[in-house]
Nanobody, 126 residues
Framework: QVQLVESGGGLVQAGGSLRLSCAAS????????MAWFRQAPGKERQFVAS????????YYTNSVKGRFTISRDNAKNTVYLQMNSLKPDDTAVYYC???????????????????WGQGTQVTLSS
């Protein structure tokens, strides 16, 4: 089993930055592909970014490319999402997700992940 706990959310002005963290416990994340998803009020959950086991491969949804960066520190069992140039449309609950994989690939489907955190709220003020 893997437990994921997100942190780092909050209220930030448009144009500002936040760094979300996802701390994993129960297993080392070196065997896990990881991802961030988000869900805005009244909307479906949306893929944001994913990262392979080694961190050597990443993938982003178009709306965050160039603004968000996903990274991982396997020694600290933690995955990060650095969010810059935040926009009001980025307001959402952000969720960390994980899945075991034997390959060094990323995954972007919500149904491809087995473990989820409780989420952290990110709110943009204009």
């Amino acid at each position: 089993q893997v437990q994921l706990v997100e942190s780092g959310g909050g209220l930030v002005q448009a144009g500002g930055s936040l760094r979300l963290s996802c701390a994993a416990s129960g297993r080392t994340i070196s065997n896990l592909a990881m991802a961030w998803f988000r869900q805005a009020p009244g909307k479906e959950r949306q893929f944001v970014a994913s990262i392979s086991r080694s961190g050597g491969s990443t993938y982003y949804t178009n709306s965050v490319k160039g603004r968000f960066t996903i990274s991982r520190d396997n020694a600290k069992n933690t995955v990060y999402l650095q969010m810059n140039s935040l926009k009001p449309d980025d307001t959402a609950v952000y969720y960390c997700a994980a899945r075991f994989t034997s390959s060094d690939l990323w995954f972007r489907g919500g149904n491809e992940y087995d473990y989820w955190g409780q989420g952290t709220q990110v709110t943009l003020s204009s």
